[in-house]
């Protein structure tokens, strides 16, 4: 079983930045790949970025290359979603997952609670 927390979400304007921060306990965080997600009212839920166990591995959403950062820290069991250039269509709650798997769709075994993001023009 792995537990995650969401923190950082907040609102910030268009332009602005925001690093959000996702906290593992539980078994062995090194061994799972985590992935960011978000979801706005009213549309699916859609990965945002991805990274794999050692980090080695990135992937990022279309609408948020060159915008948005991935990382972990496995000694912390962290990992962060620095999101820079914010525009009002990034607002969504975001979510943190792990998976054993590097997988890039929504099959993800483990998911937090989520963190809102709100970005006002």
């Known amino acids: 079983q792995v537990q995650l927390v969401e923190s950082g979400g907040g609102l910030v304007q268009a332009g602005g930045s925001l690093r959000l921060s996702c906290a593992a306990s539980?078994?062995?965080?090194?061994?799972?790949?985590m992935g960011w997600f978000r979801q706005a009212p009213g549309k699916d839920r859609d990965l945002v970025a991805a990274i794999s166990q050692s980090g080695a591995s990135t992937y990022y959403a279309d609408s948020v290359k060159g915008r948005f950062t991935i990382s972990r820290d496995n000694a912390r069991k962290m990992v962060y979603l620095q999101m820079n250039s914010l525009k009002p269509e990034d607002t969504a709650v975001y979510l943190c997952?792990?998976?054993?798997?590097?997988?890039?769709?929504?099959?993800?075994?483990?998911w937090g609670q989520g963190t809102q993001v709100t970005v006002s023009s």
């Open positions: 997952a792990a998976d054993r798997l590097f997988v890039l769709d929504s099959t993800y075994d483990y």
């Open positions: 539980g078994r062995t965080f090194s061994n799972y790949a």
